[in-house]
């Protein structure tokens, strides 16, 4: 189980505790005080990482390949975008922005979480001709997230982001830069893009009407992560282990779709605080009879983070407490980790090591518990170790058991 974003810092709002330390497991803190549990750096020891890398660490890819992959083409993956040879893949949000001495200020990365009528929005966009023989290509995903795709001749990925990200929160637009100069013209091509998107979505009916019930208009589009087709390397598949992905969220459904896993979606499981646990437990109890080895992927500890809601996150890991009881009940071996640590006092992710254990169905009525979170693990039963060192862990203990 992936817990997107479930380490964090002490929260004042919890009396100095971090959200998992202040919620309530039972579950996990039996889990993990009768089988193994530690700290895990997603990537490497003081390295921020972001969904796409922790994840694709511990969905198998290997840890040179991780550091070369782009946000642009897993986002395309994911929407069923194949890319062709001389495509550039952008992940992009849409976004509320607002002029400002002549510079777009960005007042919401993800435009009040706009969560309908997404298409509605790049529908407006796409295609779009550029020209230079350049055209784009605008596919919503979830909630604000999209890809934005550029085709044509002479593009190159080496290029800067316009997105200010959270830790550049208050901040303005970026002007999109070219790493070298063959990338001068892919670098022309997205700032020309943001600038028409900006024009066309601040008059689309849909953001007016937005902004008269008081809503965030999504009247902005800015980009990251830009990329071309994906070639990976996976530790899993090296060793004959066929795997499966349950999940909501279009990132790490494209990095299965990429690295050849089933993927098991419905429209429950979202990538929210309102996807639905009970089913994605069932559903991964199922995949395990014609897998051997199943990944749920929950995101929205990591919103709670985002939003700055401690509370909000330390009920939702209850939540994922209680539904864990289904698996345990099933007497299979469950690993519990995390892509990244987010800070829910300043909503950015951090390079602090998240919290992990390891449960072999084995130990099943073994004696031992504890208070599963950031502290305990700091002098656990398992070293601080690499996402690839706790995925190998893991695999092993498959074979063990």
């Given at each position: 189980m992936i817990l997107d974003g479930l380490g964090d810092l002490?929260?004042?709002?919890?009396?100095?505790?971090?959200?998992?330390?202040?919620?309530?497991?039972?579950?996990?803190?039996?889990?993990?005080?009768?089988?193994l549990y530690g700290l895990v750096d997603p990537e490497k020891s003081g390295k921020v990482p972001n969904t796409h890398t922790g994840c694709g660490t511990l969905l198998g890819v290997l840890p040179a390949v991780v550091d070369r992959l782009k946000r642009g083409p897993v986002e395309a993956s994911g929407a069923g975008r194949d890319l062709k040879p001389g495509d550039i893949a952008i992940r992009a949000n849409f976004c509320t922005l607002q002029e400002q001495a002549g510079k777009l200020a960005v007042v919401d990365r993800r435009a009040g979480r706009i969560r309908t009528d997404t298409s509605e929005l790049a529908a407006a966009l796409t295609p779009l001709d550029l020209g230079d023989g350049v055209s784009a290509e605008l596919i919503p995903t979830d909630q604000h997230r999209c890809v934005l795709v550029l085709s044509g001749p002479g593009l190159d990925p080496g290029v800067t982001d316009t997105d200010p990200g959270d830790r550049g929160m208050p901040g303005f637009v970026k002007t999109c830069l070219p790493k070298h100069d063959a990338a001068d013209l892919t670098a022309r091509k997205i700032n020309q893009f943001v600038d028409i998107t900006h024009q066309r979505l601040s008059r689309h009916p849909f953001n007016l009407a937005r902004s008269e019930a008081g809503k965030l208009p999504a009247n902005g589009v800015i980009t990251r992560g830009a990329g071309a087709a994906l070639a990976?390397?996976?530790?899993?598949?090296?060793?004959?282990?066929?795997?499966?992905?349950?999940?909501?969220?279009?990132?790490?459904?494209?990095?299965?779709?990429?690295?050849?896993?089933?993927?098991?979606?419905?429209?429950?499981?979202?990538?929210?605080?309102?996807?639905?646990?009970?089913?994605?437990?069932?559903?991964?109890?199922?995949?395990?009879?014609?897998?051997?080895?199943?990944?749920?992927?929950?995101?929205?500890?990591?919103?709670?983070?985002?939003?700055?809601?401690?509370?909000?996150?330390?009920?939702?890991?209850?939540?994922?407490?209680?539904?864990?009881?289904?698996?345990?009940?099933?007497?299979?071996?469950?690993?519990?980790?995390?892509?990244?640590?987010?800070?829910?006092?300043?909503?950015?992710?951090?390079?602090?090591?998240?919290?992990?254990?390891?449960?072999?169905?084995?130990?099943?009525?073994?004696?031992?518990?504890?208070?599963f979170g950031e502290t305990a693990c700091g002098s656990g039963t398992m070293p601080r170790q690499t996402g690839h060192i706790f995925l190998l862990r893991m695999l092993d203990l498959m074979a063990d058991c």
């Open positions: 002490p929260a004042p709002l919890l009396g100095g505790l971090t959200p998992l330390e202040a919620a309530s497991t039972p579950v996990m803190d039996q889990l993990a005080g009768s089988g990976l390397e996976n530790v899993v598949k090296d060793r004959g282990i066929s795997a499966a992905l349950v999940a909501g969220c279009n990132t790490v459904i494209g990095l299965a779709k990429a690295l050849g896993f089933e993927v098991i979606t419905k429209p429950g499981f979202t990538a929210d605080i309102d996807t639905d646990l009970p089913a994605k437990m069932a559903a991964a109890l199922a995949a395990l009879e014609r897998h051997d080895l199943v990944y749920i992927h929950i995101k929205a500890p990591d919103i709670f983070s985002h939003d700055q809601d401690p509370e909000g996150k330390k009920h939702f890991l209850e939540r994922v407490d209680a539904a864990l009881k289904t698996l345990v009940k099933a007497n299979v071996n469950i690993a519990i980790s995390a892509d990244h640590s987010t800070d829910c006092n300043t909503g950015a992710h951090t390079a602090d090591p998240v919290p992990a254990l390891l449960y072999a169905a084995s130990a099943a009525g073994k004696k031992g518990s504890l208070v």
